[in-house]
């Protein structure tokens, strides 16, 4: 461990300790890092790979539906269905239930990026979380999704 760590891990964090937000904003960090070494190379972010894996589970879905399944301002969406789309990874067509509507499609190439990033994802993930159990990860999955589905006070 070299000193800078040595010297960290000695400190006391005071009421932090017990205050989850702040262990959640630290797990996030390790999260990220590793996360974007994993990817990096491929010319993808988080938000692509959201968007991409509504897509292929959802082929024709439209743009304003993939964004508010996956919680992005309409503005953010279609900034980021541009890049998608400029990159050869996201088809854009019309919506036959909805001609106002932008319907999305993965292009091969998109497929193709997508399912290396998940083969990546997957290393990345059990990397991370090499330090939980099996039924741990799982208890954790299902606690991090009931919390991802509450709609608590002041939440849009």
Do not use: C
Request: charged residues 25%; without cysteine; proline residues 3%.
């Amino acid at each position: 461990m070299s000193q800078s760590r040595r010297e960290n891990a000695d400190q006391q964090i005071g009421p932090l300790a017990d205050i989850l937000g702040y262990h959640f904003r630290r797990a996030w960090n390790v999260l990220r890092k590793d996360f974007e070494a994993s990817v990096h190379d491929l010319g993808v972010r988080q938000a692509h790979i959201g968007i991409l894996s509504v897509i292929r589970a959802n082929p024709g879905i439209n743009q304003g539906l993939a964004g508010r399944t996956l919680d992005i301002q309409r503005a953010n969406m279609v900034a980021l269905i541009s890049e998608l789309s400029d990159a050869g990874w996201v088809a854009r067509g019309e919506d036959p239930g909805d001609r106002r509507a932008i319907a999305l499609s993965l292009t091969p190439e998109g497929e193709k990026l997508l399912s290396k990033a998940l083969e990546r994802i997957e290393v990345h993930e059990n990397r991370v979380f090499s330090v939980l159990s099996a039924r741990e990860r799982q208890s954790l999955l299902e606690m991090l999704q009931r919390l991802g589905e509450s709609r608590p006070a002041g939440a849009e």
